[in-house]
């Protein structure tokens, strides 16, 4: 069965860094960019980046470009989001999802175009 599983949330300071993993099972990963989605509560869901099948090509949302870097590792099926320099509004459930229409990614955010999705790591930026 086609799955992701987010790892590597937890609780950090302002200021601090963490490294989030996406892992996937069932589909070869380098067939779809991956984007990583975070939800704070009262917000909509925010695509805050994108990495494309073959990892040569990222997008950032203007709130954490500098900050966040997407890399893949495709020989172990995974994609990881490196996030330096948190901040409290950096807060929120982090998403892994797929992109529907293949490995590259796409400037506009449509959220249908992401069909598996997985269960989300908490971030939780706060001293």
């Known amino acids: 069965q086609l799955q992701l599983v987010e790892s590597g949330g937890g609780l950090v300071q302002p200021g601090g860094s963490l490294r989030l993993s996406c892992a996937a099972s069932?589909?070869?990963?380098?067939?779809?960019?991956i984007g990583w989605f975070r939800q704070a509560p009262g917000k909509e869901r925010e695509r805050v980046s994108c990495?494309?099948?073959?990892?040569?090509?990222?997008k950032y949302a203007d709130s954490v470009a500098g900050r966040f870097t997407s890399s893949r590792d495709n020989a172990k099926n995974t994609v990881y989001l490196q996030m330096n320099s948190l901040k409290p509004e950096d807060t929120g459930i982090y998403y892994c999802?797929?992109?529907?229409?293949?490995?590259?990614?796409?400037?506009?955010?449509?959220?249908?175009?992401?069909?598996?999705w997985g269960q989300g790591t908490q971030v939780t930026v706060s001293s």
């Open positions: 990495i494309s099948g073959s990892g040569r090509n990222t």
């Open positions: 999802a797929r992109d529907r229409w293949g490995p590259y990614c796409t400037s506009d955010v449509t959220i249908s175009q992401y069909d598996r």
């Open positions: 069932g589909f070869t990963l380098d067939s779809s960019a």
